[in-house]
């Protein structure tokens, strides 16, 4: 059963894989060095624009929101934007126990992707995105990286809030599935000292972390910066944080009916897509 | 030894296949079975952390593993799901590349849910598999749709079950519904494959439904000879659609470890 060939020399000839060049864009899935390990996966348009975009993917909706962020990002690149979708430290597919992911890991590991994005030359300025908190994750990075931007869709800038949303969310989940018995995210870190909710590990930490964090408002963003929220409601509340932190920011709404606890759905990010590329366009292409 | 991930894209009949090899970071020379991992449903393996701990702990040990995104999911190309009746074709056009370029000269397949079902059928397509588990196995035996489902739940709050799913349906083919018959007939055969030309582990949860299916069809089709050489192992909390749970997942991911692991490794 033991095959001559070693690990040194498959892996140098698997790297050959690593990109794929189709319709005028190079796309590139690598590991990068941030905490033990996190996978990139980067979007590279044959004559792309100065401004690249570091997409911070969202919390709990992983499952429902993943796919609208790739399919945002194949957007960004087939009008010229540079685009890295990152799964950070102890998600997805990168390295890390997912025990121990926080919003500060979270937006560590956006930054130290920009920074890669930088020394690769892959672009010259930075807009961090995110949906949901990601949205919040992408402000909070952008306040910390100088020169930069963010756009954000749909942003819930307090923990708590986001934790209050999700368990209504997995409520509603758990009387459509007709699930016998529901126990409340405390009751179950009581009992085991973990939870489930939507389908994700929550621990006491990740608990602890979510209920005590908010977006700070210490450093401003200077860039042109964006909200795009479902209602005007939304927006208005959204705005108000947003807007001491980023003078520049441009505010807008879908103006349709937001139902806060079922979170953000593809039809939204197909509808707020085009607005944020035009956005781009519009703000930081010329 | 620790896991060196390569992370890449398989240029398959569907499209690019993104998918991730595990290796010994040591450069020491690969031990067989090389490990192919099928996610259940058609998730992104991103999504279930079960197979990344197997693959990396596997890999420490000398055996590459190799797991993957189903197309029209996760960073794999498309917007649609591959056909059910095309994933067997595409499975083993992935098991062909993988072992072309890391050498080994069998295969140990593990799947969950729906990717066990998938693996169960895999020792009849590609006689390079010599170890089978499914893990928590869905036997699609009809009578079930996640489009009944939906309209079921669509009667009793107008548009929830749709938003709560939230997968666009217009665009995704549907395949003309297979009669009962048929698709027993397939699981039978595959599971006379399975238990003669590979080692073979079921893996239930206490009180799934589906194990009671499996002894079903065990005694309607007179397969007792099959059920004896297929080891079946029962988890108290063994899951379906996983949610993940930290015991257990890893409960459940022991098992899987434990049989795909070479015997080369086991020994030494």
Same mark, same amino acid.
Do not use: C
């Given at each position: 059963m033991t095959d001559p060939n070693t690990s040194s020399r498959v892996a140098t000839a698997l790297h050959r894989f690593a990109d794929v060049d189709e319709d005028d864009l190079t796309r590139s899935t690598t590991v990068l060095p941030i905490g033990g390990g996190t996978l990139a996966y980067e979007l590279v348009p044959r004559d792309a624009t100065r401004v690249g975009l570091i997409l911070c993917p969202s919390f709990f909706e992983l499952?429902?929101?993943?796919?609208?962020?790739?399919?945002?990002?194949?957007?960004?690149?087939?009008?010229?934007?540079?685009?890295?979708?990152?799964? =950070?430290?102890?998600? %997805?597919?990168?390295?890390?126990?997912?025990?121990?992911?926080?919003?500060s890991s979270r937006v560590s590991a956006a930054i130290a992707a920009a920074e890669h994005a930088l020394e690769a030359n892959r672009c010259e300025r930075i807009v961090f995105f995110g949906c949901r908190l990601g949205g919040a994750v992408a402000v909070a990075a952008a306040q910390r990286f100088e020169g930069s931007a963010f756009a954000a869709w749909? =942003?819930?800038?307090? %923990?708590?809030?986001?934790?209050k949303q999700a368990r209504r969310l997995d409520r509603i989940a758990a009387m459509a599935g007709r699930r016998k018995r529901y126990e409340t995210l405390e009751d179950q870190l009581q009992e085991r000292g973990w939870a489930t909710l939507l389908g994700n590990v929550v621990t006491k930490g990740i608990y602890d972390d979510l209920v005590g964090w908010t977006l700070g408002e210490g450093d401003a963003v200077s860039a042109a910066s964006l909200v795009l929220c479902l209602d005007d409601s939304s927006l208005a509340e959204a705005a108000g944080r947003l807007a001491p932190i980023a003078p520049t920011l441009t505010q807008h709404s879908l103006g349709r009916r937001h139902l806060g606890h079922l979170g953000f759905t593809p039809d939204d990010a197909a509808a707020s897509t085009p607005l944020t590329v035009d956005w781009l366009k519009g703000s930081h292409e010329a | 030894m620790s896991a060196l991930e390569i992370p890449l894209f398989v240029p398959t009949s569907a499209g690019r296949v993104f998918g991730i090899v595990s290796l010994p970071d040591d450069g020491s020379p690969l031990i067989g079975p090389g490990v192919v991992l099928l996610p259940g449903g058609r998730a992104g393996a991103g999504v279930l952390p079960l197979f990344q701990s197997i693959a990396r702990r596997l890999a420490e040990h000398g055996q590459p593993a190799f797991r993957f995104d189903y197309p029209g999911s996760g960073l794999s190309a498309g917007e649609t799901a591959v056909p059910r009746s095309q994933l067997r074709a595409l499975v083993q056009e992935l098991c062909d590349w993988f072992v072309g370029e890391t050498g080994v000269e069998e295969l140990a397949v593990a799947g969950r849910c729906g990717g066990a079902r998938l693996a169960l059928a895999m020792p009849r397509v590609d006689a390079r598999v010599r170890v089978c588990v499914g893990a928590v196995p869905f036997f699609d035996l009809g009578g079930w749709s996640l489009r009944s489902k939906l309209a079921e739940l669509d009667a009793k709050g107008p548009r929830l079950a749709r938003r709560l799913i939230q997968a666009p349906r217009a665009d995704r083919p549907q395949e003309g519904s297979r009669?009962?018959?048929?698709?027993?007939?397939?699981?039978?055969?595959?599971?006379?494959?399975?238990?003669?030309a590979a080692t073979t582990a079921l893996i239930f949860g206490e009180h799934d439904v589906l194990r009671t299916r499996f002894h079903d069809l065990i005694s309607a089709h007179g397969l007792q000879d099959v059920e004896q050489q297929i080891e079946i192992v029962v988890l108290p909390e063994a899951r379906l659609h996983g949610l993940p749970n930290v015991?257990?997942?890893?409960?459940?991911?022991?098992?899987?470890?434990?049989r795909l692991r070479s015997p080369a490794v086991q020994r030494g």
């Open positions: 499952k429902t929101l993943q796919a609208s962020e790739i399919r945002f990002g194949h957007a960004l690149a087939k009008s010229g934007f540079y685009a890295m979708y990152l799964q =950070p430290p102890g998600t %997805g597919e990168s390295f890390g126990e997912p025990e121990n992911v926080r919003v749909d =942003p819930v800038v307090e %923990g708590a809030t986001y934790l | 009669d009962r018959k048929a698709l027993e007939a397939e699981l039978v055969e595959d599971l006379r494959t399975a238990a003669a015991d257990h997942e890893r409960s459940l991911g022991a098992e899987i470890e434990a």
